[in-house]
């Protein structure tokens, strides 16, 4: 080979390894230049514990079936999860028997009432009769004397007849009184026992008209309205109560939550326990919400661990129940939530995000950017939560980066400047 082509072959492989160095640099510079970073913030910083759960009204009232009617239907609801006043109609049953009952009572308490006050009449007439066969008799007695008393001046035999007359008559008028007596207590316990009949079937068309005025269920106060599952076809199969169901006496229909007792019922592990108490303070955030935050506090947490089977395996937690302060007019029972609850506050303290975080020889560090390059900065972690971390070692408006930036091979750390 000639010297010429030696130095044109020299050449080329300059050339093509400075471009691999270029390329190189290329790729690396843009790789620290395209780290996601974050500014350090200072300001006070809350010690939070997250739990989630879900909405719940502290009080509550339901809706029952009446107790003493029995295989109702139900003909209208009010439409579910409908916000509700006090006084209004929620649910509607079937009055037609009730109704044909009413009527039926209706007409044994006239016929009971006629036949009573045709008893009375009947009662006074023979009162009346009585009283003058009593008169009867009496004139009959005062005559019968008068005509014994002529003993001294008619024949014996004449004076035996009106002795014997005497007798009769003051005999007829015994029986008299004693009819009278048994006719006057015979009217008055028949009286007495159709006024027993006329008042029972009295009774029976209130308790009728009770009936019928159950009918309908109004709301005992404002909030909203939800029913309960029917269990009549299995508990498989249980839905709602809904138009056209049939109801047992007694059966719980619907709950009525007051809304102004609202209160948040999130789990809270074992572990955090005993880092919160009745009163701490608390932010609670509403999934179907996630622009609202609505603070809170503690009202009260369970004395002991309560299990769940709504994930297998079953666990067991304690259960705190936080109170809304100002609780959205949107919101509901039922919503799920999380909840902040705030452990301790810092006035003055610089956070990062979690992300911006590392380890660097096994202590706790950040890649503060300075300029084109990201330094690495030890710190100290003052307190810690699941997306934000309290730390000093650096001032607060630091650029960090979130990702940890390539190394050099010489040891340096190298960074496009935005500039």
Not at 84 to 95: S, V
Not at 313 to 323: G, I, L, Q, V, W
């Amino acid at each position: 080979m000639s010297i010429r082509g030696v130095v044109r072959s020299f050449v080329l492989l300059l050339v093509l390894v400075g471009s691999g160095m270029a390329i190189r640099e290329f790729r690396k510079t843009k790789q620290v230049s395209d780290l996601p970073v974050a500014a350090a913030h200072r300001g006070e910083f809350l010690v939070l514990i997250r739990c989630r759960g879900q909405l719940q009204a502290h009080h509550s009232r339901q809706l029952s079936a009446p107790l003493d009617i029995s295989d109702l239907q139900i003909v209208w609801l009010a439409p579910a999860g409908s916000e509700i006043k006090k006084g209004q109609a929620l649910i509607r049953f079937d009055p037609s028997r009730t109704e044909q009952e009413l009527k039926d009572r209706k007409s044994i308490l006239d016929q009971a009432q006629s036949t009573l006050e045709q008893v009375i009449a009947l009662s006074r007439i023979t009162e009346d009769q009585d009283k003058l066969d009593l008169s009867t008799a009496r004139y009959n007695v005062e005559r019968a004397k008068l005509e014994a008393s002529k003993q001294a001046i008619v024949s014996k035999i004449q004076g035996e007849e009106s002795r014997i007359d005497l007798g009769l008559a003051e005999q007829r008028l015994r029986v008299q009184e004693a009819a009278m007596v048994t006719h006057r207590t015979a009217y008055e316990s028949r009286i007495s026992a159709l006024e027993r009949a006329r008042d029972n079937a009295q009774r029976l068309i209130e308790l009728a008209q009770s009936h019928l005025a159950l009918m309908e269920l109004k709301s005992p106060l404002n909030g909203v309205i939800n029913f309960m599952p029917n269990y009549s076809q299995g508990s498989l199969n249980a839905q709602p109560f809904k138009v056209g169901d049939h109801v047992a006496a007694g059966q719980i229909l619907a709950e009525i939550p007051e809304m102004s007792t609202l209160e948040m019922d999130s789990k809270v592990e074992e572990a955090d326990r005993g880092r919160i108490a009745p009163g701490t303070r608390a932010l609670v955030h509403v999934d179907a919400f996630p622009e609202k935050v609505v603070r809170a506090h503690i009202a009260s947490i369970t004395p002991l661990t309560e299990q769940s089977f709504n994930e297998w395996p079953p666990t067991r937690s304690f259960r705190a129940y936080a109170a809304l302060e100002n609780p959205d007019p949107r919101m509901r029972p039922g919503m799920n939530a999380a909840v902040d609850f705030i452990e301790k506050r810092i006035a003055d303290a610089v956070s990062i995000p979690t992300k911006a975080l590392f380890t660097i020889t096994g202590k706790p560090a950040v890649y503060v950017k300075d300029g084109a390059k990201y330094l690495p900065t030890f710190v100290q972690v003052s307190a810690r939560n699941l997306d934000e971390v309290a730390v000093t070692g650096i001032a607060g408006g630091t650029i960090v980066a979130l990702a940890e930036p390539p190394k050099d091979p010489n040891g340096g750390l190298q960074a496009k400047d935005p500039k």
